[in-house]
């Protein structure tokens, strides 16, 4: 069964930061990329950051570019999302995704087939 896990969310101050981390059922973790998204009610989905499990490719939105980082632990079969320098436009649920197919475009949600139920992420001005 597939299962994609959230955790790490919170409330910060402007400024702060926090990891989050997706952990990746075991026997299904060839899978080839894993991203992160984020919603805020009312407005689509967006693509935050996505690596190629493989070759640890990286790819960001500019939004986030320079302040967040995506990286793997193969050995906990997790993925993280590490948030620096957070704004209060940061906040959002934050969703974890995951395909066995290395999409040609990593930064949108159809690329995608599993998804996390979503951890909630708050930033305080």
């Known amino acids: 069964q597939v299962q994609l896990v959230e955790s790490g969310g919170g409330s910060v101050q402007a400024g702060g930061s926090l990891r989050l981390s997706c952990a990746v059922s075991?026997?299904?973790?060839?899978?080839?990329?894993v991203g992160w998204f984020r919603q805020v009610p009312g407005k689509e989905r967006e693509a935050v950051a996505a690596i190629y499990t493989t070759s640890l490719s990286t790819f960001y939105a500019a939004s986030v570019e320079g302040r967040f980082t995506i990286s793997q632990d193969n050995a906990k079969n997790t993925v993280y999302l590490q948030m620096n320098s957070l704004t209060p436009e940061d906040t959002a649920m934050y969703y974890c995704a995951a395909d066995r197919i290395i999409p040609v475009r990593p930064l949108v949600s159809y690329a995608y087939n599993y998804w996390g139920q979503g951890t909630q992420v708050t930033v305080s001005s």
């Open positions: 075991s026997y299904t973790y060839n899978y080839k990329c």
